[in-house]
């Protein structure tokens, strides 16, 4: 079956415009979650969704950063007014939200903010 | 605060030995534990899962997990060159959330 998939695969933009990065999750998978891992460093946590539950937005650096996942499924994790130190690569995953259960990772979204 | 420690590395060993990964956690009700591999610009792959104390096998892979220690290992044996990659270690406590090391770069040189 189809992994994560995501979109764009890189994208270029000017330094105070807004972009918006896509997530894909596996078919089924009820808990999504966006990172954002900056050049040679770990993964940061970023936002959370369970289900219908309200997300958990505790990894959200700033309120420019904001995410929808609609329908239960596709998400969308926007920039607003980007910055330079938001360039980095954004990675989406899905779990089945089952205790124990790992996630997987999508290919992720190479963001270069000029 | 949660935390999971992992030595950055670069850790390098010739082909064919063991190459043995260390990371500790300090949040003592973590459930599940994970080995992920992330080759250069590529985005994390999970090869592991160990949930109860002890040795788990798959492959040329084998991940321990000592709970009183609050210590979780991934051995490699018969380390390949195409092994060299950074191997993120993942904590799950009471909830769905996974805190995740820094990762170990791994060198097998030929």
């Known amino acids: 079956g189809a992994g994560v998939s995501q979109s764009p695969s890189n994208k270029v933009t000017e330094k105070g415009k807004d972009v918006e990065l896509r997530c894909d999750p596996i078919?089924?998978?009820?808990?999504l979650y966006w990172y954002r891992q900056s050049l040679g460093q770990g993964l940061e946590f970023l936002i959370y969704?369970?289900?219908?539950?309200?997300?958990?937005k505790s990894g959200l650096p700033s309120d420019r950063f904001s995410a929808e996942r609609t329908g239960g499924s596709v998400s969308t994790l926007t920039i607003q007014r980007t910055q330079q130190e938001d360039s980095a690569v954004y990675l989406c995953?899905?779990?089945?939200?089952?205790?124990?259960?790992?996630?997987?990772f999508g290919p992720g979204t190479r963001l270069t903010v000029l | 605060q949660k935390e999971v420690e992992q030595n950055s590395g670069p850790l390098s060993v010739p082909e064919g030995a063991i190459a043995s990964l260390n990371c500790t956690y300090s949040?003592?009700?973590?459930?599940?534990f994970f080995w992920y591999r992330q080759y250069s610009g590529k985005s994390p792959e999970l090869i592991m899962s160990?949930?109860?104390?002890g040795d788990k096998e798959d492959g040329r892979f084998t991940a321990q997990l000592n709970k009183a220690s609050q210590y979780v290992s991934l051995l490699i044996r018969d380390s390949q060159p195409s092994d060299s990659a950074t191997y993120l270690c993942?904590?799950?406590?009471?909830?769905?959330?996974?805190?995740f090391g820094g990762g170990t770069r791994l060198m097998v040189k030929p």
């Open positions: 949040d003592r009700g973590s459930q599940s």
């Open positions: 993942a904590v799950r406590g009471a909830g769905n959330m996974l805190t």
């Open positions: 160990i949930y109860s104390n």
């Open positions: 969704f369970q289900g219908n539950s309200a997300p958990d």
């Open positions: 078919s089924g998978h009820t808990a």
């Open positions: 995953a899905s779990s089945l939200g089952l205790a124990g259960e790992g996630q997987f």
